[in-house]
Nanobody, 123 residues
């Protein structure tokens, strides 16, 4: 079972990035897929989660209205579109999955983690 994030990089404040998370090793079409981030010197925090059908989504207040999660179950891939990026969004972003209710992902209740991709937002 593997979750591989991509799409991170350096962007100026106000810019956009789209992260991808490709899942392999099993079918994730019935899993909730989440995004977390960890900034230097800080604990990992919840960013967003999307339910297996894509209809249910939850976001951290700090990213609401700027970030959008989506998924393509045929490709076993989940995305995080990040717009209006701020320097405080700088962090390593992790993909995670959980079988079942996506609400448990918010508290860190996940089954699998990716290794992360670095997003750096310059001011």
């Amino acid at each position: 079972v593997q979750l591989v994030e991509s799409g991170g990089g350096l962007v100026q404040a106000g810019g956009s990035l789209r992260l991808s998370c490709a899942a392999s090793g099993r079918t994730f079409s019935r899993d909730a897929m989440g995004w977390f981030r960890q900034a230097p010197g800080k604990e990992r925090e919840f960013v967003a989660v999307i339910g297996w059908s894509g209809r249910s989504q939850y976001y951290a207040d700090s990213v609401k209205g700027r970030f959008t999660a989506s998924r393509d179950n045929a490709k076993n891939t989940v995305y995080l579109q990040m717009n209006s990026l701020k320097p405080e969004d700088t962090a390593v972003y992790y993909c995670a999955s959980r079988t079942g209710d996506e609400r448990y992902v918010i508290g860190g209740g996940v089954d699998y983690w990716g290794k992360g991709t670095l997003v750096t937002v310059s001011s």
